[in-house]
């Protein structure tokens, strides 16, 4: 059964999309199967993965409003190596229309049962805020990635963040936990971002990702021509560091099934 992943940072620019796309591609690389979800209205990561925006069949908005089911919504023959249900523009309406729906918080999480199966990983790109669709994605996961880059301001921003993931945490989704925060942007020469790093070690453990992503022009270039960066330069410093979180990712869950699997017997 999928694990699914929500990327999230209520503050624009972090990396979500880049973290989402590379991670996406890193992990199928690694022979997982993979879905990646643009909840985003401004359809990056979908462009991002090499898919036209403007001309899908079926968008994440009519997965929502159940106009269309998972199965004709996901794009499956791609060129990034993983499966995509792109957004567009419409989602916009997607948010105001949901308040109208019975169990609004739950739609994403009933849209996708289907196809839990068919998936390793599913990964949700989010937009910059705390909407409706981040609620959506937040009630349908297991485990919340968040990327933040190395600035005073924030730590501010992710302990409101927290709060939220606690919020929904003992209302919706008693199953949702901080799979990990991921410092995006790096650069170890900066006294401030040693600073900000090591607070976060401290406030949050071994939560924090080994992996960190460096500020790498491949990772801001590759968009441009729709490929994860893996696929546009797969020496560069970016789609090596994305490959060694796909790898930690996937260390952490193993490890967690282990643990659980301990547990189960012990009890
Ligand atoms: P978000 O989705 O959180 O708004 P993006 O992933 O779109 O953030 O990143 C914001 C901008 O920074 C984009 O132009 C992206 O290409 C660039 N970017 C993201 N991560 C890196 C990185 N590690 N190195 C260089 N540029 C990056
Ligand atoms: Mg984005």
Same mark, same amino acid.
């Given at each position: 059964m999928a694990k699914i992943i929500t990327i999230t940072n209520?503050? @624009? @620019?972090?990396?979500k999309t880049t973290t989402c796309v590379n991670l996406a591609a890193s992990l199928a690389a690694t022979h997982k199967r993979v879905l990646m979800i643009d *909840?985003?209205?401004?359809g990056n990561a979908t462009m991002g993965s090499g898919i036209d925006k403007h001309q899908l069949e079926h968008s994440v908005y009519e997965l929502l409003t159940d106009q269309a089911d998972a199965r004709a919504c996901?794009?499956?023959?791609?060129?990034?190596g993983y499966h995509v249900a792109g957004a567009n523009g419409? *989602?916009?309406a997607a948010e105001v229309e949901l308040l109208q729906l019975p169990r609004r918080e739950f739609r994403l999480k009933m849209a996708l049962m289907p196809v839990m199966?068919?998936?390793d990983y599913i990964l949700i790109d989010n937009p910059p805020s705390l909407n409706l669709l981040t609620v959506n994605a937040l009630s349908a996961s297991s485990g919340v990635i968040i990327p933040m880059q190395c600035e005073y301001y924030a730590l501010e921003g992710i302990s409101a963040l927290v709060g939220t993931i606690n919020k929904i945490n003992q209302r *919706?989704?008693?199953? *949702?936990?901080?799979?990990g925060i991921l410092r995006t942007?790096?650069?170890?020469?900066m006294s401030l971002t040693k600073d900000v790093s090591s607070h976060l070690v401290e406030y949050f453990g071994d939560r924090v990702y080994r992996t960190v992503i460096p500020r790498n022009v491949r990772l801001a270039e590759a968009p441009s021509h729709g490929l994860p960066a893996l696929q546009y330069d797969k020496h560069s410093r970016g789609a090596l560091a994305y490959l060694a979180l796909a790898g930690e990712l996937i260390r952490r869950t193993e490890q967690e099934a282990t643990n659980n699997t301990e547990q189960a017997v012990m009890t």
């Open positions: 209520q503050k @624009g @620019g972090v990396g *909840l985003d209205p401004q996901i794009i499956t023959d791609t060129e990034c419409d *989602l916009t199966d068919d998936y *919706l989704n008693p199953a *949702l936990k901080i799979e942007m790096f650069d170890p020469r």
